[in-house]
């Protein structure tokens, strides 16, 4: 029995303490911008260059940036709706129709984008006629809004190119854009306390807003003013419409995107989603530009 005790003793002083409970690590403190920043102004800083160049250097090239962001949104847009909600958007009626609205715009103004529209449309209705009455209407329906909400608003984009102050009219219309995203971005950080429309967007703040009239009214004075040597008044009315688009445009694609369960439409630029998620604020801004544009200072 002793021997047997020794033995168990021996083996209680061999054994290793049990090793003390690691505390659990704090949890990453997620950031205020609620995206990867580095990325996102790289990003931005390429895009813009590319926009820029293509400006100054032969103005036309910036249709053709058009159309291919134009024509990579609807890709995306069309295969979210594929692979999460199974609506077919008659894709090749759409893509080639909304090149023609694009294009049709640079030479024919409003009559070619909107001849090119109504045919698209009839497109779609034929090209989904095989396919059933199962989800017809479903997948017509969404064909008709991708046509519209992209290309057509994006023909509005390409018909500020033509007059001889084109530039001018393009830069105009982008620097609000802007101007209202980066004020809203950096008023909405810093102090943003009272959400806007917490159950579209919980992150966008009536401060966020208010930054984004401030910065909107003051690019479109100053841009109006300088380039298009318009009124100052026309530069603020000028202004504030884009924000109110621009934060419109923003709110309804975070709608459908919360409708179809998804953070991003895409993956395309590191930052910032997918191109989708770049043209939400554009797309509506551009036809509201066009008009105010065409008013203030006629072409």
């Not at 009536?206 to 009239?213: K, L």
């Not at 008044?233 to 884009?242: D, H, L, P, T």
């Not at 989603?273 to 801004?285: Q, T, V």
Request: glycine share 12%; aromatic share 8%; charged share 15%.
């Amino acid at each position: 029995m002793s021997q047997v005790s020794e033995e168990r003793e021996e083996r209680v002083e061999h054994t290793p303490p049990p090793e003390p409970a690691k505390e659990p690590e704090p949890a990453k403190k997620a950031s205020r911008a609620g995206r990867n920043l580095p990325a996102a102004i790289g990003v931005g800083l390429v895009l813009g260059a590319a926009i820029i160049v293509s400006l100054l250097t032969v103005r036309f090239i910036f249709i053709g940036v058009i159309a291919i962001a134009i024509g990579v949104g609807t890709f995306e847009f069309a295969g979210v709706l594929r692979r999460v909600a199974n609506i077919k958007v008659a894709m090749i009626p759409v893509l080639v129709g909304g090149q023609a609205m694009i294009w049709l715009a640079w030479p024919f103004g409003r009559a070619g984008a909107l001849t090119a529209f109504v045919i698209t449309v009839l497109a779609c209705l034929l090209w989904r006629l095989p396919g059933g009455a199962d989800g017809y209407l479903r997948d017509i329906s969404a064909s008709v809004f991708a046509s519209a909400y992209l290309p057509l608003f994006g023909a509005f984009a390409a018909m500020l190119v033509p007059p001889d102050d084109g530039v001018g009219r393009v830069l105009t219309f982008l620097i609000a854009v802007v101007a209202s995203d980066t004020g809203g971005y950096i008023a909405g950080v810093l102090g943003g306390k009272h959400p806007m429309a917490p159950t579209i967007s919980p992150k966008k703040s009536w401060e966020g807003f208010a930054g984004s009239m401030v910065a909107g009214i003051v690019a479109g004075i100053l841009t109006i003013s300088l380039m298009l040597h318009g009124h100052t008044w026309q530069g603020a009315v000028f202004g504030a419409a884009i924000v109110l688009t621009a934060t419109l445009g923003d709110l309804v694609e975070s709608l459908i995107k919360r409708d179809l369960g998804i953070k991003d439409m895409g993956t395309l630029l590191p930052g910032h989603g997918g191109i989708m998620d770049r043209l939400d604020s554009l797309l509506p801004s551009a036809v509201v530009s066009w008009l105010l544009l065409s008013a203030f200072v006629p072409a």
